[in-house]
T-cell receptor, first 115, second 109 residues
Framework: GAVVSQHPSWVICKSGTSVKIECRSL??????MFWYRQFPKQSLMLMAT?????????EQGVEKDKFLINHASLTLSTLTVTSAHPEDSSFYIC???????????FGNGTRLTVT | GQNIDQPTEMTATEGAIVQINCTYQ??????LFWYQQHAGEAPTFLSY??LDGLEEKGRFSSFLSRSKGYSYLLLKELQMKDSASYLC??????????WGAGTKLIIKP
């Protein structure tokens, strides 16, 4: 099946620093990538959608200058959390699909803790 | 607005059968997905229904009725490892996934 590799699995950083999360599709071309955030015992929350070579579309309430998304190739998308604060601590999950009707294939997630 | 409803939590016994229901109201319909999510892990794809009827895949089956805006996930011969949250998601007319809040399934010995 389709594999999405996400790194790092977990990261602890100090308040004010930036963190980059990578998401790679290993055996398919992810024309669309989705970035989700999930707080404990809550639903998945879509942060943004990105198509290869285009600017990401952010959901309402998600600051595009704080959560920088780059989808430069069909196999790589990155999320950079800039000037992280403790309230940004969460589980960040990427997913990709190759066609509109295709199921989403998820990375294993990145648990971010900001101290 | 768009809405996906599924029970918050269900409990079942090891070896038994459980049915998790999902009802939806969305702007258009391009298929319904079921995902499994273990605590602290990312979701994994279980099934996709776009036509009415039952899709069987091993111990798991998924049913869809588009006219009723209704789907269910059926899990047979329950095992302890099936304890997880089960997420229903509908793809709308813009090919965006609308997610339900998930059903936490607790399996008891």
């Amino acid at each position: 099946g389709a594999v999405v590799s996400q790194h790092p699995s977990w990261v602890i950083c100090k308040s004010g620093t930036s963190v980059k999360i990578e998401c790679r599709s290993l055996d398919f071309q992810a024309t669309t990538m989705f970035w989700y955030r999930q707080f404990p015992k809550q639903s998945l929350m879509l942060m943004a959608t990105s198509n290869e070579g285009s600017k990401a579309t952010y959901e309402q309430g998600v600051e595009k200058d704080k959560f920088l998304i780059n989808h430069a190739s069909l196999t790589l998308s990155t999320l950079t959390v800039t000037s992280a604060h403790p309230e940004d601590s969460s589980f960040y999950i990427c997913s990709g699909r190759d066609r509109e009707y295709s199921p989403l294939h998820f990375g294993n997630g990145t648990r971010l803790t900001v101290t | 607005g768009q809405n996906i409803d599924q029970p918050t939590e269900m409990t079942a016994t090891e070896g038994a059968i459980v049915q998790i229901n999902c009802t939806y109201q969305t702007s258009g319909f391009n298929g319904l997905f079921w995902y499994q999510q273990h605590a602290g892990e990312a979701p994994t794809f279980l099934s996709y229904n776009v036509l009415d009827g039952l899709e069987e895949k091993g111990r798991f089956s998924s049913f869809l009725s588009r006219s009723k805006g209704y789907s269910y996930l059926l899990l047979k011969e329950l095992q302890m490892k099936d304890s997880a949250s089960y997420l229903c998601a509908v793809m709308d007319s813009n090919y965006q996934l609308i997610w339900g809040a998930g059903t936490k399934l607790i399996i008891k010995p």
